[in-house]
């Protein structure tokens, strides 16, 4: 999972594991692909800030009460309570990340000083043209996507990776085309491989709803054979399928990403096309912007050593201090989760040796909730029909003045 809570602040990002972040009040979602939504489901209910096209998605695929939703247009600035009092506020802009439709990056600025977290992106130089980060912004920490930070990696262009494609399609022209996907992205690729070969791209009726949802061109359609390119999910890309594919019709397979990924038959081909940016690109990035810290979003791969000659430097560390309104609804946060309710605990019962079957009496079996058990007065009922148990019970008996046994021997 790729998500974070922010140190010394009662807000999160990509972060869903309430059982850690019962301190947070305000919860970010940059973008809808698993890794960074892991945790969510139908039931969640604390309020979500995310762009206005993930609004949209967040709702059709988790089911997530509307009134949880709170979409921010992209590009404008917006002013949030930090606190239950409205004495601290922070604010935060949302800019486009070039990842997927509705994935953003997230600029805040508060008592903490001004954090950028880039979620998942692919740097283009026109992300410092009309837009918050083309001020000479001074940036205290840089959580950075780390995805390709790795010199040893070479990743193309998204341009560049889509002629790949479309020179793989071409030296196949009596094939069909399956093409293998996550849920969401790279739409505009499939796109362009519509116009560019002038076919319906054939895809599942989900992810055709979803297409319809984000308004995308029309050049999708969920009837079997009615185009010669087909979308999948990823991981339905492998030898088994591809044998199946071809004893039907020649097909070839394309598997647009950087990842590394076995190849299992002689008509798989990977295309190293990434919607994360190449290394050159994050050197461009820190360069350009000079924060004074990086932190990598992805965990265990470190990326720091890369760019401290990027950094700049502070003449002392600045120490956060964390507002008393804003320290105290924490604290009350955390104090509130911890506190399990009155519901979460039962009455012990006492076990009883099993082995007798007998009818409940029809008196004296329900304590004040409704639970079923056997008060004292009852127990002499159990004498008279459970001879074979005077023992054990009278033992009990001496120990306790009330015993509380269960109405349901078996």
């Excluded at 992810?207 to 390119?229: H, K, N, P, W, Y």
Aim: proline fraction near 5%.
């Amino acid at each position: 999972m790729n998500g974070t809570l922010i140190p010394n602040t009662p807000f999160a990002v990509d972060f869903w594991q309430i059982r850690k972040c019962s301190h947070v009040r305000l919860f970010f979602l940059s973008h809808l692909h698993s890794d960074h939504t892991s945790g969510l489901s139908s039931t969640w209910n604390r309020s979500i800030y995310c762009s206005p096209i993930t609004a949209k998605l967040l709702q059709w695929k988790f089911q997530v009460e509307e009134t949880l939703i709170h979409p921010l247009e992209v590009g404008e600035s917006h002013l949030l309570y930090l606190d239950e009092v409205g004495k601290e506020t922070m604010t935060v802009t949302l800019i486009d990340s070039n990842h997927c439709p509705g994935s953003v990056m997230f600029l805040f600025d508060g008592y903490f000083g001004t954090i950028l977290y880039t979620a998942d992106f692919r740097y283009t130089p026109t992300m410092f043209c009309n837009s918050p980060l083309s001020t000479e912004k001074r940036i205290d920490v840089l959580y950075l996507d780390n995805t390709n930070c790795d010199p040893e990696s070479v990743v193309p262009s998204r341009q560049e990776a889509t002629e790949q494609i479309k020179e793989i399609i071409n030296s196949h022209p009596e094939h069909n085309v399956v093409i293998g996907l996550y849920n969401l992205g790279k739409e505009s690729l499939l796109i362009e491989l519509a116009l560019a070969f002038k076919t319906w791209v054939v895809v599942s009726p989900r992810r055709l709803q979803m297409f319809q949802l984000l308004r995308l061109s029309d050049v999708f359609t969920s009837e079997v054979g009615a185009g010669r390119i087909h979308v999948v999910d990823q991981n339905e890309i492998n030898r088994f399928n591809m044998i199946r594919w071809n004893q039907t019709c020649p097909t070839i397979a394309i598997v647009p990403t950087s990842r590394r990924m076995k190849v299992t038959h002689r008509d798989i081909h990977v295309v190293p096309y990434s919607d994360h940016s190449s290394f050159q690109e994050l050197q461009e990035f820190v360069a350009r912007l000079k924060p004074y810290s990086i932190m990598p979003i992805v965990k265990g791969k470190a990326c720091q050593a890369y760019f401290s000659q990027y950094l700049s430097s502070r003449d002392e560390l600045k120490s956060i201090q964390i507002p008393e309104t804003v320290e105290k609804c924490m604290k009350k946060n955390s104090k509130h989760h911890d506190a399990l309710p009155h519901q979460f605990f039962k009455p012990r019962t006492l076990d009883i040796p099993r082995g007798v079957v007998f009818e409940p009496p029809e008196k004296g079996l329900h304590d004040c909730n409704g639970a079923d058990y056997l008060c004292t007065e009852e127990l002499s009922w159990c004498y008279a029909s459970l001879k074979s148990f005077d023992a054990v019970v009278e033992q009990y008996f001496k120990k306790r003045n009330k015993l509380i046994v269960r109405n349901t021997l078996d």
